[in-house]
């Protein structure tokens, strides 16, 4: 099931859910920003799951969040919407490194994405961002990831906003700014 929702996610970066009937089957449909299941979760805390360091370490949610603003950001190497947001995080990211924490999600299926895929990426980027590694689905079945990229901002463990589509430097500057206030 992990492999089938790693699947449809992937078939675009920006719109797909799966639902699985009771006779097994499978149907898709379309997300867009308004509808985004992630979206629903502005206002509440932090779900528990887990997800992996690089050295195969599980890591709990809670530990992700540190003693200042959080930005989660779920994304994959191989999506067009992520190779359009990382450039913009990468800058967000080295303003704000010293006020909020970041932690890069990477949606890893271990076929289309690996983390070897993902780190080679970042190396070739010259992207600094931390990253952690989703290997189970966690962000689909916990944070409600319907499309990549969606970025979280986190305040404490409480989820303030959820960005579901590409987003620009200002936007996402006058976002940390109001959570920083």
Request: aromatic content about 8%; overall charge negative.
């Amino acid at each position: 099931m992990v492999a089938l929702a790693f699947f449809v996610l992937g078939t675009a970066c920006t719109s797909s859910k799966t639902t699985s009937t009771s006779n097994g089957e499978t149907t898709s449909s379309s997300t867009t920003a308004s509808t985004n299941t992630a979206k629903n979760l502005e206002g509440k805390t932090v779900p528990d799951f887990k997800v992996s360091t690089a050295s195969g370490e599980e890591l709990p949610s809670d530990q992700l969040l540190g003693s200042k603003a959080t930005m989660l950001i779920v994304w994959a190497s191989w999506c067009p919407d992520c190779q359009q947001q990382l450039p913009i995080i990468e800058k967000v990211y080295q303003s704000y490194k010293d006020r909020v924490d970041f932690v890069g999600i990477n949606y890893t299926d271990g076929d289309r994405e690996t983390q070897e895929k993902a780190m080679q990426y970042l190396k070739d980027k010259g992207y600094t961002i931390p990253i952690v590694f989703d290997k189970t689905g966690a962000t689909q079945d916990f944070l409600g990831v319907e499309s990549i990229p969606t970025m979280y901002l986190i305040k404490g463990n409480q989820i303030e906003k959820v960005f579901v589509e590409v987003e620009t430097e200002e936007t996402l500057q006058t976002a940390l700014d109001s959570l920083l206030n």
